[in-house]
């Protein structure tokens, strides 16, 4: 028995012994294999992020502009690479396609475009589910072209939109170490929030997601000061700042003896207004306006017609062309024209009128198509929201108004006895004052504000 007891014993001992020396190699076999992986992982994580910085002598003259819309519809950013190109930059330009850019861009032997594809999200099932794989496709897509340029000095992007451009842009930068720059052109969250309500969970998101990676750009430009300042105080971003009988139309002659074009006399007075048809630009108060208009010269006011041009595409130009054609004006003509980018200065310079109703979602941002009607002389009447003042001075350069009837007031008061109010009345006395003032053009301001962010560290 006791031989029997000690073979059990030992059997027991030995086998206690091979598992513990058993567990002891594989654990150390776990470990060992361990460690091989994360240092395979880490040699390949390594090279990769090596060939994705890989830079040459040219590295810090290529400069990536952003903008995940329509390129041909984002003057700004086209402006951002003409002056690039100008100091000698290789521009990569990145966004959708769709309206014809500036001939400028298109003929410019240093910027290059990208088109990007604008991503739609599953079309079954909730909205919201939609939205998300939106977003993701997006990123995914912008993200491999992104990685598949040359390695940019800086990235350039327009806010907004910036989801989810912002967030992937910052990736990038900092895989590949370039310096990341926002142009902040307004919120996109309170954008966002004119259709969903400002207390929807996904605008709170989208608000929380921009603060968050906004802070991570290396330089920011913002569109007016109140932005700036808006940045600075709530989020903590800086921000810095052309024979026969005469040829006639309804407007002008044309002699055919020496082709010289003259103002045809009783001529109706042209107003433009131009728009991308969203939530922040209410038509409604201009068709009231020009509706007041037209008792006015049926009254027996001094006025002339008015032919009011309203440039633009957007989601809600059906809406509003639908009003437009149920009006019944005799004295008033409305056209709805898309112009290609280098007919629409031309059209600014021959107007009598600017009207603009952009109000800021934000009331922070400032339009860029007032300041492309000051860019031509143009007198604006702009509808008053919190910035304006930056850019339009109230009996200087134009006037302000705050509803419909203001708006109508303005236009009276503008156009009696037109056209001899163009030297003598206030259209002519804003427009002595913008050509006085000049101001900064684009090239001058851009050379002092953002070209030094390029060479900054």
Same mark, same amino acid.
């Given at each position: 028995?006791?031989d029997?007891?000690?073979?059990?014993?030992?059997?027991?001992?030995?086998l206690?012994?091979?598992?513990?020396?058993?567990?002891?190699?594989?654990?150390?076999l776990?470990?060992?294999?361990?460690?091989?992986?994360?240092t395979?992982t880490?040699?390949?994580?390594?090279? &990769?992020?090596?060939?994705?910085?890989?830079? /040459?002598?040219?590295?810090?003259?290529?400069?990536?502009?952003?903008?995940?819309g329509?390129?041909?519809?984002?003057?700004?950013?086209q402006?951002?690479?003409?002056?690039?190109?100008?100091?000698?930059?290789?521009?990569?330009?990145?966004?959708f396609?769709?309206?014809?850019?500036h001939?400028?861009?298109?003929?410019?032997?240093?910027i290059?475009i990208?088109?990007i594809?604008?991503?739609?999200?599953?079309?079954?099932g909730?909205?919201?589910?939609?939205?998300?794989?939106?977003?993701?496709?997006?990123?995914?897509?912008?993200?491999?072209?992104?990685?598949?340029?040359?390695?940019?000095?800086?990235?350039?992007?327009q806010n907004?939109?910036g989801?989810?451009?912002?967030?992937?842009?910052?990736?990038?930068?900092?895989?590949?170490?370039?310096?990341?720059?926002?142009?902040?052109?307004?919120y996109?969250?309170?954008?966002? $929030?004119l259709?969903?309500?400002?207390?929807?969970?996904i605008?709170?998101?989208?608000?929380?997601?921009?603060q968050l990676?906004?802070?991570?750009?290396?330089?920011?430009?913002?569109?007016?000061?109140a932005?700036?300042?808006?940045?600075?105080?709530?989020w903590?971003?800086?921000?810095?700042?052309?024979?026969?009988?005469?040829?006639r139309? $309804?407007?002008?002659?044309?002699?055919?003896?020496?082709?010289?074009?003259?103002?045809?006399?009783?001529?109706? $007075?042209?107003?433009?207004?131009?728009?991308?048809?969203t939530?922040?630009?209410?038509?409604?108060?201009?068709?009231?306006?020009?509706?007041?208009?037209?008792?006015?010269v049926? $009254?027996?006011?001094?006025?002339?017609?008015?032919?009011?041009?309203?440039?633009?595409?957007?989601?809600?130009?059906?809406?509003?062309?639908?009003?437009?054609?149920?009006?019944?004006?005799?004295?008033?003509?409305?056209?709805?024209?898309?112009?290609?980018?280098?007919d629409?200065?031309?059209?600014?310079?021959s107007?009598?009128?600017?009207?603009c109703?952009h109000?800021?979602?934000?009331?922070?941002?400032?339009?860029?198509k007032?300041?492309?009607?000051?860019?031509?002389?143009?007198?604006?009447?702009?509808?008053?929201?919190?910035?304006?003042?930056?850019?339009?001075?109230?009996?200087?350069?134009?006037l302000?108004f705050?509803?419909s009837?203001?708006?109508?007031g303005?236009?009276?008061?503008?156009?009696?006895?037109?056209?001899?109010?163009?030297?003598?009345?206030?259209l002519?006395?804003f427009?002595?004052? &913008?050509?006085?003032?000049?101001?900064?053009?684009w /090239?001058?301001?851009?050379?002092?504000?953002?070209l030094?962010?390029?060479?900054?560290?």
């Open positions: 028995m006791a029997a007891s000690a073979s059990m014993t030992l059997a027991t001992l030995s206690i012994g091979f598992a513990l020396l058993a567990g002891f190699y594989l654990t150390t776990h470990l060992l294999w361990t460690l091989v992986s994360v395979v880490a040699v390949l994580v390594s090279q &990769l992020l090596r060939k994705l910085r890989r830079r /040459d002598a040219l590295t810090e003259r290529r400069v990536c502009v952003l903008v995940l329509d390129i041909g519809r984002s003057p700004r950013m402006y951002h690479a003409l002056s690039l190109s100008k100091h000698g930059y290789s521009v990569t330009f990145v966004g396609p769709g309206t014809k850019p001939q400028d861009v298109i003929g410019d032997e240093r290059t990208i088109p594809t604008e991503v739609k999200g599953l079309q079954v909730p909205r919201m589910v939609s939205y998300v794989t939106k977003v993701i496709l997006q990123s995914l897509q912008l993200l491999l072209v992104l990685l598949k340029t040359d390695v940019q000095s800086h990235i350039l992007m907004p939109p989801l989810p451009s912002i967030m992937v842009t910052w990736l990038v930068c900092g895989l590949r170490g370039s310096r990341f720059i926002i142009d902040w052109h307004n996109g969250y309170t954008i966002m $929030a259709s969903h309500g400002p207390d929807h969970p605008v709170r998101l989208a608000q929380w997601y921009e990676f906004g802070r991570f750009s290396s330089h920011n430009l913002c569109v007016s000061n932005m700036k300042e808006d940045l600075q105080n709530n903590n971003i800086s921000g810095e700042r052309p024979g026969g009988e005469t040829e139309t $309804a407007f002008t002659g044309r002699d055919p003896s020496d082709l010289s074009v003259t103002l045809t006399s009783g001529r109706p $007075a042209l107003l433009i207004s131009s728009t991308s048809w939530e922040d630009e209410d038509f409604s108060i201009l068709l009231k306006a020009l509706e007041d208009y037209e008792g006015f049926k $009254a027996g006011a001094s006025l002339p017609s008015l032919v009011c041009v309203i440039t633009g595409k957007g989601p809600q130009k059906d809406h509003y062309r639908k009003l437009i054609d149920a009006l019944s004006f005799e004295h008033v003509k409305i056209c709805t024209p898309w112009l290609e980018a280098e629409y200065p031309v059209l600014l310079g107007a009598d009128l600017g009207v109703l109000k800021s979602s934000s009331g922070l941002d400032l339009p860029m007032v300041v492309d009607m000051f860019g031509c002389c143009l007198p604006v009447c702009a509808i008053h929201f919190y910035c304006l003042h930056e850019l339009v001075k109230h009996e200087e350069n134009g302000i705050k509803d009837e203001e708006l109508s303005q236009l009276k008061s503008l156009l009696w006895d037109f056209p001899g109010c163009e030297d003598e009345g206030k002519g006395q427009r002595r004052n &913008l050509r006085a003032s000049g101001g900064q053009r /090239d001058q301001n851009w050379d002092q504000n953002v030094p962010l390029l060479t900054a560290p």
